[in-house]
């Protein structure tokens, strides 16, 4: 049972477009929600969190929207660049030391 | 910026044979996790610490065990290997207290034969 989703595998968007990708969770008890960026063989690199007590949270050209009554995230990139092509892994957590539920990856690629 | 270390970065071993990795955190990250990624699978999480004793646990097999020492470094120990334990093996560390972020390390590949 996915509790956990990333219901599209890729996303292609153009050089300079918004990407959005979308994460979906089932469990109420999730309080805290990330983002990861991984490569190939790469360990996953953190991109930007939300608390379940904020609705939004900006970093730099990350923005990560959280709708706990739809338990809906998303990220938004703008504008999007070709560096930004990798895995997008969102991930859960109940806090303090549990560990984190993946979804399944988003594979971006952006397009020149 | 100091990140999380991960030793051996390679491990090919035989069936039934038994695996040590180890995971150094960030300097005063007081918390570790472990997860193990299949080809084509999003990360599982295994077992975490913190202050040395084990925090919450997730699906890891009766084989395996881990601890956490004095200076905050881990190892995971796999005996009895199979096949399908093969996979990318990433330790990540918090600072408990903290943002909650985890930082992952660059992983272990695990080949079986």
């Known amino acids: 049972d996915q509790q956990v989703k990333q219901n599209s595998p890729s996303l292609s968007v153009q050089e300079g477009r918004i990407s959005i990708l979308n994460c979906d969770y089932t469990?109420?008890?999730?309080?805290?929600f990330l983002w990861y960026k991984k490569y190939p063989a790469e360990g996953p690199t953190f991109l930007i969190s939300?608390?379940?007590?904020?609705d939004k949270n900006e970093d730099g050209r990350f923005t990560v929207f959280l709708n706990k009554s739809a338990k809906h995230l998303s990220l938004h990139i703008v504008p999007s660049q070709p560096g930004d092509s990798a895995v997008y892994f969102c991930?859960?957590?109940?806090?303090?030391?549990?560990?984190?539920?993946f979804g399944k990856g988003t594979h971006l690629i952006i397009q020149p | 910026a100091a990140g999380v270390i991960q030793s051996p970065r390679h491990l090919i071993k035989e069936k039934r044979e038994t695996a040590t990795l180890k995971c150094y955190p960030i300097?005063?990250?007081?918390?570790v996790y472990w997860y193990q990624q299949g080809p084509g699978q999003d990360p599982q999480f295994l077992i975490s610490?913190?202050?040395?004793?084990?925090?919450d646990k997730g699906s890891i097999p009766d084989r395996f065990s881990a601890q956490q020492f004095s200076d905050y470094h881990s190892e995971l120990n796999m005996s009895s290997l199979e096949l399908g334990d093969s996979a990318l093996y990433f330790c990540?560390?918090?600072?408990?207290?903290?943002?909650?972020?985890?930082?992952f390390g660059p992983g272990t590949r695990l080949t079986v034969l």
């Open positions: 610490f913190y202050e040395k004793m084990q925090s």
């Open positions: 300097p005063r990250h007081d918390t």
């Open positions: 990540a560390s918090s600072l408990r207290g903290g943002d909650d972020e985890q930082f």
């Open positions: 469990n109420s008890m999730f309080d805290y």
């Open positions: 991930a859960a957590s109940g806090g303090g030391a549990d560990g984190l539920t």
């Open positions: 939300i608390s379940s007590i904020k």
